[in-house]
């Protein structure tokens, strides 16, 4: 059926519904994916952003690991993602200089959406926790809308603090997973399988690349 009239201005002004999912994705794995597709079933997204950080300035705050350069955690973010409709690459904090902080991602996309565009930024729950040590939290909490996702040994948004900026969020559940990237490096250190924590692709491109079996843990 054509639309005319009132019902093509109504169908002009649906907004699409942008989740961002910001990261160091070192390496990106299958909980990342698996929290993607549950905010993407149940707030149904238009699509979600990967967002890798080029220097995500939490892992630069005294962590001490290097982490492995951009282009590596670009390459697997793609490969996790190819072919899986509705999830996309965004290279916003990949392509700006300095320390990587969300309020930027957040300008920067909407500048490229513009405000027809709801954005969505989904944190896991561990994530959420740490907001108030984020750069600009209030602001940032205003500039988006906040989704946290489950994480096993993280509380729900209601749980903190009553000045906390992040305790609005939505919730979706998740699917729990004990997945981390943390968790995949030692196994590869370890030379222990991965198999089940990353895609196959992003698996046979660690092994190809030798990422994370040195002490420099994949740095080129
Ligand atoms: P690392 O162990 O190196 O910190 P990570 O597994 O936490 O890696 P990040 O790239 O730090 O992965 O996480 C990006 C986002 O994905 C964060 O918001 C984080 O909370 C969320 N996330 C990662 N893994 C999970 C998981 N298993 N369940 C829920 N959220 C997750
Ligand atoms: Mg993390």
Redesign the pocket.
């Known amino acids: 059926m054509e639309l005319t009239g009132a019902n093509s201005s109504r169908v002009g002004r649906i907004r699409s519904r942008i989740g961002v ?6 390496p ?2 299958n ?2 994916l ?2 993607a597709s549950a905010v993407f079933n149940v707030l149904e997204l238009t699509k979600v952003l990967f967002v890798p950080a080029a220097r ?1 300035w939490i ?1 630069e705050s005294g962590v001490g690991r290097e982490v492995s350069s951009i282009n590596h955690r670009v390459a697997m973010v793609e490969l996790a993602i190819k072919g899986r409709e509705g999830y996309e690459l965004s290279r916003v904090d990949a392509d700006r200089p300095g320390l990587s902080y969300s309020v930027d991602t957040i300008s920067d996309l909407r500048a490229e959406y513009g405000h027809a565009a709801e954005l969505l930024l ?7 926790e740490e907001l108030p040590r984020w750069r600009d939290p209030e602001r940032l909490a205003q500039m988006c809308t906040l989704v946290c ?4 040994g993280s509380g729900l948004p209601e749980d903190m603090p009553p000045d906390h900026p992040g305790r609005d969020a939505q919730f979706v559940s ?1 699917p ?10 030692s196994k590869v250190a370890a030379g222990q399988p991965i198999t089940g924590l990353v895609s196959p692709d992003v698996a046979r491109y660690i092994e190809k690349h030798g990422l994370y079996s040195h002490d420099h843990e994949g740095k080129r």
């Open positions: 999912l910001g990261g160091t994705f070192d990106v794995h909980g990342h698996a929290i995500p892992k989904i944190l896991g729950a561990d994530a959420l996702v489950g994480r096993p998740g729990m997973l004990h997945i981390s990237a943390t968790e995949i490096r």
